[in-house]
Nanobody, 123 residues
Framework: QVQLAESGGGLVQAGDSLRLSCAAS????????MGWFRQAPGKEREFVGA????????YYADSVKGRFTVSRDSAKNTVYLQMNRLKPEDTAVYYC????????????????WGQGTQVTVSS
């Protein structure tokens, strides 16, 4: 089992930046990919971006490409989501999750999930 704990959410204004963290513990070696999803009220959970723990190569959803950056600190077993030029439509609960396969984008392909952290962007 992998335990994930997100942090860093909050209330910001449109155009601001925010960095989320996801600390992993437990059987972290069992999953190569760590990803970020978000879920707004009344909407389905949406893939945001992910990164290979081994290679460090990230990939993103088109909706955030160029504004969001996923990175990792292997020594700390932590993955980050740097969000720049935030928009009100970025408001959601943000979750991190793990997947065995690099390139996964579907929520069903991710096994372990954190509790989520709320990000609210005011206009």
């Amino acid at each position: 089992q992998v335990q994930l704990a997100e942090s860093g959410g909050g209330l910001v204004q449109a155009g601001d930046s925010l960095r989320l963290s996801c600390a992993a513990s437990g059987r972290t070696f069992s999953s190569d990919t760590m990803g970020w999803f978000r879920q707004a009220p009344g909407k389905e959970r949406e893939f945001v971006g992910a990164i290979s723990r081994r290679s460090g190569f990230p990939y993103y959803a088109d909706s955030v490409k160029g504004r969001f950056t996923v990175s990792r600190d292997s020594a700390k077993n932590t993955v980050y989501l740097q969000m720049n030029r935030l928009k009100p439509e970025d408001t959601a609960v943000y979750y991190c999750a793990t997947a065995p396969k690099y390139g996964s984008r579907l929520a069903q392909d991710f096994g372990s999930w954190g509790q989520g952290t709320q990000v609210t962007v005011s206009s």
